[in-house]
């Protein structure tokens, strides 16, 4: 016997769980599959050790003693969470439970991730899934921090903490109503739209940088009449006439109307995204299992 009581094993309770159940050795082993010597011995080396009787004979049965049924409550009981611990990793291999954290750019949850997300629980319908988004630095420290699970980011990343996989690249277009004079246009480059009212996402964006920086090769100056900081705002600001807006085309879609039309700008202006993860861990189960959905429906 250890300092912390008695030592035994969970087929030693089984036993004795079987026995009081059904009265005799021999209908006990036959339920767990096991032979009658074999389920004498579990009840009697558990007897030895832990020090006192759980039986006694009664015209051939084995009846619990007042012991063996104070026992029997907490083995009871015992079992009975154990057959629950057993069906709940039961569900989690097969993704029936579990949770998904992930982090995502405004538009990239409102546009790409919805068809995503439909797919993927229809797959798990028992999984709860949670979509976050915040600024890209609070992003990145989320998801290496494993605050998150993984999330969509723009490349390239800079950090040695994060894993990536690319996942979709996208062009930037021009959204423009339909009726624009421009609209004709196969495609609009910086000296097209040189005095063109422009709605521009904020400065301090990557893709903003390289507008800005395509601009300065042209040597036409933009004439930005709204910044906005989603691309939401930027296409209804556009179908409203007020600019041309100049922005990600993937993430432009699912913001267009029979108002709008899309030209492609040039130069092409490339948008990389990657599925993060931390490089400290290797990622969740059903992280890897979000991944393939994405790679499926965006490949």
């Avoid at 980011?153 to 996208?170: A, E, G, N």
Wanted: a positive charge; glycine letters at 8%; one cysteine or more.
């Amino acid at each position: 016997m250890s300092a912390d009581g008695p030592d035994f094993g969970l087929r030693a309770l089984r036993a004795f769980h079987a026995i009081v159940k059904t009265g005799s050795v021999t209908a006990a082993a036959t339920d767990m599959g096991l032979t009658q010597p074999a389920v004498s011995r579990l009840l009697a080396q558990f007897e030895q050790t832990i020090g006192f009787d759980l039986f006694y004979r009664d015209k051939g049965r084995l009846v619990p003693t007042p012991d063996g049924l104070l026992l029997f409550d907490e083995v009871d009981l015992a079992l009975g969470n154990v057959e629950r611990v057993r069906a709940l990793v039961r569900d989690i291999a097969d993704f029936r439970v579990g949770q998904l954290r992930l982090v995502a750019p405004p538009s990239f949850a409102e546009g790409v991730l919805p068809d995503i997300i439909d797919r993927f629980l229809t797959r798990f319908p028992k999984v709860h899934l949670t979509i976050d988004s915040r600024t890209v630095e609070t992003a990145k420290t989320l998801i290496a921090t494993r605050a998150v699970d993984g999330g969509f980011l723009k490349l390239p990343l800079d950090r040695p903490d994060l894993t990536s996989v690319p996942v979709i690249s996208s062009g930037t277009v021009c959204v423009l109503p339909a009726d624009h004079p421009l609209a004709a246009r196969a495609w609009l480059d910086p000296k097209t739209l040189k005095g063109v009212p422009l709605v521009l996402l904020g400065l301090g964006r990557l893709s903003r940088a390289h507008i800005d920086a395509a601009f300065a090769r042209a040597g036409v100056r933009p004439e930005v009449r709204v910044e906005t900081h989603t691309i939401g705002s930027a296409c209804a600001l556009a179908a409203r006439g007020i600019g041309i807006s100049i922005v990600n085309e993937m993430l432009a879609r699912s913001y267009l109307g029979d108002r709008l039309v899309v030209r492609p700008f040039r130069p092409d202006l490339r948008h990389d995204y990657a599925f993060v993860t931390s490089s400290l861990v290797t990622p969740s189960r059903l992280a890897q299992e979000f991944l393939l959905e994405v790679q499926r429906s965006l490949a």
